[in-house]
């Protein structure tokens, strides 16, 4: 069982940036896919970026060439770089851990306010 933790969270200005980072315990996650979503009242969870075990990255277009995910499996962690932030990027972000072919284990979320 993977517990996930977000922080870095908070208020920024438009153009500005943030730095999000998830530390995992009870597993160590350099076997796993890990990723970000994030989501907005009244509206689906959308992912966000991803990293695989082997480094790769995917990105949801609407971030492509802004946000930046990477991880260091030394300290079981995570990161989201958010640069050129816009009010659109406005969203609980969530770290996720993909096991057993699905999301499975979940942060409790940071929120992300851009104005």
């Known amino acids: 069982h993977v517990q996930l933790v977000e922080s870095g969270g908070g208020s920024v200005q438009v153009g500005g940036s943030l730095l999000l980072s998830c530390v995992a315990s009870?597993?160590?996650?350099?076997?796993?896919?890990m990723g970000w979503f994030r989501q907005v009242p009244d509206k689906a969870r959308e992912g966000v970026a991803g990293i695989e075990s082997d480094g790769s990255t995917s990105y949801a277009d609407s971030v492509k060439g802004r946000f930046t995910i990477s991880r260091d499996n030394a300290r079981n962690t995570v990161y989201l770089q958010m640069n050129s932030l816009k009010s659109e990027d406005t969203a609980l972000y969530y770290c996720?851990?993909?096991?057993?072919?699905?999301?499975?284990?979940w942060g409790q979320g940071t929120q992300v306010t851009v104005s």
């Open positions: 996720v851990c993909r096991a057993d072919d699905a999301y499975k284990y």
């Open positions: 009870g597993d160590t996650i350099s076997r796993y896919c």
